[in-house]
Nanobody, 119 residues
Framework: QVQLVESGGGLVQAGGSLRLSCVAS????????MSWYRQAPGKQRELVAT???????NYADAVKGRFTMSRGNAKNTVYLLMDSLKPEDTAVYYC?????????????WGQGTQVTVSS
C-alpha cells in the first residue's frame, strides 16, 4: 500500500509565496514520476508540474517562471515552491505519483491541500 500526503497549503496575499510538500510512503519499489495538479472551484483538475525519475521537470505555461518543483534526496518527497502567487492560483493542490509497489506501476493521489490567494 502506498500513501501520498501533502502539506503546506494556506492563505496568502497576492505576490506572496508558499511551499507545498508531498511525501510518498509504503511499499515502494520505484517512483516513475511525481506531479502536482490543482483544481479550482468549478474547473477541471489541471497539471501544474511533473518530475520524472530521471529528474526532468516540466511546468504548465500558467506557472512557468513562478513555481519551482524539486525533490528530496530520498526521492520520495517532492516540493512545490510557489512564488508571485496570483488569485487565480487559488485551488486545491494534489500530489500524484506513478509508483511501482509490487509488479506494476499504479497511479496514487494525495488528499489535497488548499491554497487560497487573496487579492
Amino acid at each position: 500500500q502506498v500513501q501520498l500526503v501533502e502539506s503546506g497549503g494556506g492563505l496568502v496575499q497576492a505576490g506572496g509565496s508558499l511551499r507545498l510538500s508531498c511525501v510518498a510512503s509504503g511499499s515502494i519499489l520505484s517512483i516513475n514520476s511525481m506531479s502536482w495538479y490543482r483544481q479550482a472551484p468549478g474547473k477541471q483538475r489541471e497539471l501544474v508540474a511533473t518530475i520524472t525519475s530521471g529528474g526532468s521537470i516540466n511546468y504548465a505555461d500558467a506557472v512557468k517562471g513562478r513555481f519551482t518543483m524539486s525533490r528530496g534526496n530520498a526521492k520520495n518527497t517532492v516540493y512545490l515552491l510557489m512564488d508571485s502567487l496570483k488569485p487565480e492560483d487559488t485551488a486545491v493542490y494534489y500530489c500524484r505519483g506513478v509508483i511501482t509497489s509490487t509488479t506494476f506501476a499504479y497511479t496514487y493521489w494525495g488528499q489535497g491541500t488548499q491554497v487560497t490567494v487573496s487579492s
